[in-house]
């Protein structure tokens, strides 16, 4: 980092030096340091999906919203995919997932937070979303159980990035399976898990405990934190940094050739 560059992002000068990236900057890796975007969230699991992506010298990686309802944040990943696409030249296919109708029936029980989710919230406006969505956006309706197998069958770029926003524990089991046993992926996926940092959160309901026996369940997939985001950030607590993970294929990262340089090694893994 240049002087000035420590200078802008020391703390008396922080915030205005934000807003100046803000409104200024072009480069996403800049706007990604300084979350400087309305979900930094989003860019930041774009980007290094991407960064992902040309280390296995791959050309193009499917991002996904698990999740969509009023669509602002199908949008905001469309957007971060442009300005990645732009800079790195990793072709992205933005694709979001939702029933169309609200949140699926919770479970009766506290698995699925009854006390906090309702059937029916978060209907989607589905002609006033696809008139926002661009070429590269693609809306999927149905239940995820259904729609995400099929998906799964006929997806040539591997996934990079996903989101999962839908707030059940039950749902958050159909998401997972995108890194199931039919799984296309990166060695390594990056996650935004929306609901596990709530004060109604915990371990043993919700997003979290799917990913626990997710993890579980699957020895060649594991999910865990996303070590190491909150290096080179400006603003490094930041509450959805704590939401970040990634899912490590190890079969794909076993599989890898053991005669090989280690520099050649680390461009496929």
Same mark, same amino acid.
């Given at each position: ?30 706007? #990604?340091?300084?979350? +400087? ?8 699991? *774009? ?14 990686? $499917?991002?996904?919203?698990?999740? *969509? +309802? ?14 990645? =696409?732009?800079? %790195? ?19 009766? #029980? ?14 989607? #406006? ?20 259904? %729609? ?6 006929? %997806? ?10 839908? #707030?059940?524990?039950? $749902? %958050? ?23 596990? /940092?709530? *004060?109604?959160?915990?371990?043993? +309901? ?6 626990? =026996?997710?993890?579980?369940? /699957? =020895? ?43 520099? =050649? ?5």
């Amino acid at each position: 980092m240049s002087i000035l560059g420590r200078i802008a992002a020391e703390p008396p000068f922080r915030l205005a030096s934000y807003y100046v990236v803000k409104r200024f900057a072009h480069s996403v890796r800049t706007i #990604d340091r300084w979350g +400087a975007v309305a979900r930094p969230n989003y860019l930041a699991g *774009v980007l290094a999906a991407a960064d992902q992506a040309k280390r296995q010298q791959q050309r193009a990686i $499917s991002v996904i919203e698990f999740g *969509v +309802a009023g669509g602002s944040g199908l949008v905001a990943l469309q957007e971060a995919a442009a300005g990645v =696409e732009r800079d %790195t030249g990793i072709g992205i296919s933005v694709w979001g997932f939702d029933t169309g109708e609200g949140l699926p029936e919770p479970l009766h #029980d506290y698995r699925d937070h009854p006390d906090q989710w309702i059937a029916a919230d978060y209907k989607m #406006d589905v002609v006033k979303l696809r008139a926002r969505l661009e070429r590269r956006t693609t809306l999927v309706l149905g239940p995820i159980s259904e %729609t995400l197998p099929a998906w799964l069958e006929n %997806t040539q770029a591997p996934v990079g990035f996903i989101s999962c926003d839908v #707030d059940l524990y039950s $749902s %958050t089991n159909d998401v997972l399976q995108v890194f199931g046993p039919r799984r296309r992926m990166l060695h390594r996926a990056f996650i935004y898990l929306a609901d596990i /940092n709530f *004060v109604f959160n915990h371990r043993f +309901a919700g997003e979290r405990l799917a990913v626990d =026996e997710f993890n579980r369940r /699957n =020895e060649m997939v594991k999910i865990d934190r996303w070590r190491g985001i909150k290096k080179g950030r400006v603003f490094d607590t930041e509450p959805w940094l704590e939401s970040m993970y990634v899912a490590h294929d190890l079969l794909a990262i076993n599989a890898c050739v053991p005669e090989r340089a280690p520099s =050649e090694r680390c461009a496929l893994v």
